[in-house]
T-cell receptor
Framework: AQTVTQSQPEMSVQEAETVTLSCTYDTSESDYYLFWYKQPPSRQMILVIRQEAYKQQNATENRFSVNFQKAAKSFSLKISDSQLGDAAMYFCAYRSAMGGGATNKLIFGTGTLLAVQP | KAGVTQTPRYLIKTRGQQVTLSCSPISGHRSVSWYQQTPGQGLQFLFEYFSETQRNKGNFPGRFSGRQFSNSRSEMNVSTLELGDSALYLC????????????FGQGTRLTVV
């Protein structure tokens, strides 16, 4: 079975600074997707960034980028120029792409609560 | 385009009762998944439906059931409620199974007293 581990329950960053959230996962599958989701106090999960396992290039979305280390099964999220609106719970998630990838089942980590200090 | 709509937003039930939660996916989306979020267990997958068929089921007791209608709307039902069922229940939709992104609703907060 696949597992996702986030070892940092809470993190804090100063506004305009950079912070990195850690995530490791365990799987025996070769084809999968990894995601970072943000959950603000409104509770709605919002996709931050996505990485396909077959892609060697790290994904980037504006101020958000990942460091994907497939051999080490590590998938960290870097937030640059942190803003007050970035304060939220961040979840790392895994989704299998085996068997044609015909599933939307996500396996989540326990989350990291990010505080942004003005 | 309207997002994923979950109703009701908040619910208080008594132990032993049953409850039905509703999820209306984004128009055109045919895949719906459900998750339970609790402080102790985190986010856990409940079920996944596509075109009215359950494709995947998480490790939950038989008290938890779901279904999907021909218009892709989905309901989940919990019978004989226990205190431990208190949670935020999240629904996510996608155009089809295996799509690259799941779009989440704001959830239904269920409190069992």
């Amino acid at each position: 079975a696949q597992t996702v581990t986030q070892s940092q329950p809470e993190m804090s960053v100063q506004e305009a600074e950079t912070v990195t959230l850690s995530c490791t996962y365990d799987t025996s599958e070769s084809d999968y997707y990894l995601f970072w989701y943000k959950q603000p106090p409104s509770r709605q999960m919002i996709l931050v960034i996505r990485q396909e396992a077959y892609k060697q290039q790290n994904a980037t979305e504006n101020r958000f980028s990942v460091n994907f280390q497939k051999a080490a099964k590590s998938f960290s999220l870097k937030i640059s120029d942190s803003q007050l609106g970035d304060a939220a719970m961040y979840f790392c998630a895994y989704r299998s792409a085996m068997g044609g990838g015909a599933t939307n089942k996500l396996i989540f980590g326990t989350g990291t609560l990010l505080a942004v200090q003005p | 385009k309207a997002g994923v709509t979950q109703t009701p937003r908040y619910l208080i039930k008594t132990r032993g009762q049953q409850v039905t939660l509703s999820c209306s996916p984004i128009s055109g989306h045919r895949s719906v998944s459900w998750y339970q979020q609790t402080p102790g267990q985190g986010l856990q997958f409940l079920f996944e439906y596509f075109s009215e068929t359950q494709r995947n089921k998480g490790n939950f007791p038989g008290r938890f059931s779901g279904r999907q209608f021909s218009n892709s709307r989905s309901e989940m039902n919990v019978s004989t409620l226990e205190l431990g069922d208190s949670a935020l229940y999240l629904c996510a939709s996608s155009p089809y199974a295996g799509y690259t992104e799941a779009f989440f609703g704001q959830g239904t907060r269920l409190t069992v007293v």
